[in-house]
């Protein structure tokens, strides 16, 4: 054994043990049913303080948190064809107004989150809104479990509607609205609203939406778990074929395809500060090469960052990798409800102090879930928002060093879940130093 594999085997199997080979296999996952539906104490209480009755939800993230549904139209590409409709009251249900053979051919499989109506929109005839169209059934077959499961579902959402204006208006039958803002994600939700509700009090809801996502389900938690696991297993079994892929594109489109096999989606792969998948370059003996690797399952993002030595490291590029592991292991230590952002920042400087480091390290927290980074911009009074950390939200704290030389690039990141006494990662933090 030479020394360069005498490196790679201590450093990455002495710190990863069977990590790397159990997590070559997908974690299992809950049944891809609907989820359980979203916390309706905990967005009401939201919408009364930021002074919502209604929010009127077009984005395609929104839509699938508020009712389950990843609407097949807005995954082909089109715009304006779902909204979620979703009351301050919370024994209101949340109504899916969306086009009925769409949700038909493409939704009705899995169904919508307990608590959630769909209204169906069929267009006109005459004027009666028209009747459900579905596949005929060839004669002398019968229908398949599946399509009758389909037509369940569309025979039990009449009545049917002529517009999503029409469906939009029905939806909003005993609704209180009582002068409380009605807020929308999308300008086609605004237009929607504008026409509807010509005289509502519109604000943006965007940001209130991504406040309701912070705190997460235990079937979310669940999900964000599994996604991580077959995330870093792409990212560590990526890691291992550097040298025989050899440039930055290579080694994402491989990323890219193990994630696929472990069940994932890719996201994107950021190499040696490089994101745009256009860049290409060889990698460089005795250099450093950072990787972020993202990639989500069921919606829900993974996020990983490590440094991956390209042989033997330089000294001085392992000594800022190690001392970024340190503070981060002792910043992650320190998480716990009611520290803020900037809290998080200024503990991270402190560390680093401490450790008597000049190095640049800006320990950037950001949320995760349905979005690599989801977390509001602003506080129910409009002004900056220095987030405040809650039991049910899962982090990140990105530490890169932000240097440029010709030693390379670091990066150390992992996905930490607040919890009511402190924080715990979702995922094995070892492998801070990869050597290739």
């Known amino acids: 054994m030479d020394r360069r594999t005498f490196l790679a085997v201590s450093a990455v199997s002495a710190s990863i043990g069977a990590t790397r080979l159990d997590a070559a296999a997908p974690a299992k996952l809950p049944p891809m049913t609907a989820p359980d539906g979203i916390d309706r104490d905990r967005a009401s209480s939201l919408m009364e303080k930021f002074g919502f009755s209604l929010l009127v939800l077009e984005q395609p993230v929104n839509v699938y948190y508020f009712t389950g ?74 229908k398949t479990a599946r399509e009758q499961n389909r037509r369940r ?10 517009s999503t204006e029409d469906a939009f208006k029905a939806a909003l039958e005993g609704v209180d609205l009582s002068g409380g803002i009605v807020g929308y994600d999308t300008i086609h939700a605004h237009n929607l609203v504008a026409k509807s509700l010509p005289g509502a009090r519109k604000g943006n809801g965007l940001d209130l939406a991504k406040h309701i ?33 050899g440039t930055l594109r290579n080694i994402r489109n491989h990323f890219n395809s193990q994630v696929g096999l472990l069940g994932n989606v890719p996201g994107f792969l950021v190499l ?7 860049y290409d370059e060889d990698i460089v003996e005795g250099t450093a090469i950072l990787i972020d690797g993202v990639s989500s399952r069921a919606g829900y993002h993974g996020d990983y960052g490590r440094t991956v030595f390209i042989g033997e490291p330089a000294s001085h590029m392992i000594r800022k990798v190690k001392t970024i592991g340190t503070a981060w292991d002792e910043v992650r230590n320190g998480l716990k409800p009611g520290m803020r952002f900037s809290d998080i920042r200024a503990q991270g400087q402190a560390v680093l102090r401490k450790l008597g480091s000049s190095i640049q390290v800006p320990f950037n927290p950001h949320c995760v879930g349905l979005a690599h980074t989801e977390h509001p911009e602003f506080d129910s009074d409009g002004s900056a928002l220095d ?9 990140s704290v990105d530490c890169p060093l932000l240097e440029s030389g010709s030693a390379g690039t670091a990066h150390l990141e992992d996905l930490v879940l607040i919890t009511e006494s402190g924080s715990e990662a979702i995922h094995d933090t070892g492998n801070q130093i990869i050597i290739a």
């Open 387 to 395: 987030l405040v950390l809650q039991p049910g939200m899962i982090i």
């Open 153 to 162: 579902e569309i025979l039990g959402a009449a009545p049917y509607y002529q």
């Open 213 to 245: 996502r912070l705190i997460k389900t235990e079937r979310e938690i669940g999900l964000m778990k599994a996604a991580s696991r077959a995330n870093i297993a792409a990212a560590l079994e990526t890691t291992g074929q550097f040298r025989n892929l």
């Open 69 to 142: 549904i990843r609407s097949g139209m807005h995954r082909l590409g089109f715009e304006n064809q779902s909204f979620a409709v979703v009351a301050k009251d919370k024994t209101a249900p949340i109504r899916f107004i969306t086009a009925q053979f769409p949700y038909y051919f493409m939704s009705a499989d899995v169904g919508l989150a307990p608590g959630v109506e769909p209204m169906l929109v069929t267009g006109p005839d005459g004027d009666e809104a028209a009747d459900a169209v579905m596949l005929a059934t060839p004669e002398g077959e019968s």
């Open 272 to 278: 040696n500060g490089a994101i745009d998948e256009a």
